[in-house]
């Protein structure tokens, strides 16, 4: 499959642990982006990263989110201290490059909080 | 005012029927158009770009009209199969970064 491949597709985290999500983009595209959509709202804008750099994170919550593009593997986005309100579906997609081509989206993941 | 406003609908039209869809965008910024799908709150798929001269696949057609900061999507002879909620989404910088998305407009096409 070379398309994006997110994992887990679904996880299930107690208050206050940690959640990590996985995102690996498809094959030649070297720019990530990571969007939430909360239940019964549209899709919004966290944060976009190329390898090894946050490009832009004017969508990310100020505290306990963090998201990383390592040189090698999979993009992560990390929630830490996890809180109901976190409970959404998590999209990544990616694309060729910046501006170049659409934005190809994963399955997402949904997080679910207890 | 919402960046991106869509009416949400639901649009419950049977097979057969044409359907219109529309959109305002706040940002007179934004740069670049889109229509996505989404099943079921499934990953977004992308339908068709849009164009300031508008643009036609098949049974869809796609109009912008950037002095009023207005987007549509016609939908001709609707299918079963088209039933799903349409996003319409725009970026707002050349380099087409962050998609901001509309709620969407759910449709129901039914037999």
């Known amino acids: 499959n070379a398309g994006v491949m997110q994992n887990p597709r679904h996880l299930v985290r107690r208050r206050g642990q940690e959640a990590r999500l996985r995102c690996s983009p498809m094959?030649?595209?070297?720019?990530v982006y990571w969007y939430r959509q909360l239940p019964e709202e549209g899709l919004k804008f966290m944060v976009y990263?190329?390898?090894?750099?946050?490009?832009?994170e004017s969508g990310m919550p100020k505290e306990r989110f963090s998201a990383e593009f390592p040189k090698e593997g999979p993009s992560i986005l990390r929630i830490q201290q996890v809180v109901r309100g976190d409970s959404a579906a998590y999209f990544c997609?990616?694309?060729?490059?910046?501006?170049?081509?659409?934005?190809?989206f994963g399955d997402g993941t949904r997080l679910s909080i207890l | 005012r919402k960046e991106v406003e869509q009416d949400p609908g639901p649009f419950n039209v049977p097979e057969g029927a044409t359907v219109a869809f529309n959109c305002t965008y706040s940002n007179s910024a934004s740069q670049s158009f889109f229509w996505y799908r989404q099943d079921c709150r499934k990953e977004p798929k992308l339908l068709m770009s849009v164009y300031s001269s508008g643009n036609e696949d098949g049974r869809f057609t796609a109009q912008l009209n950037r002095a009023s900061q207005y987007i549509s999507l016609l939908i001709r002879d609707s299918k079963l199969s088209d039933s799903a909620t349409y996003l319409c989404?725009?970026?707002?910088?050349?380099?087409?970064?962050?998609?901001?998305f509309g709620k969407g407009t759910t449709l129901s096409v039914s037999s």
């Open positions: 990263l190329q390898k090894e750099n946050i490009i832009d």
């Open positions: 997609a990616s694309s060729l490059g910046q501006g170049e081509g659409p934005q190809h």
């Open positions: 094959k030649g595209h070297s720019h």
């Open positions: 989404v725009v970026t707002l910088n050349q380099a087409g970064t962050a998609l901001i």
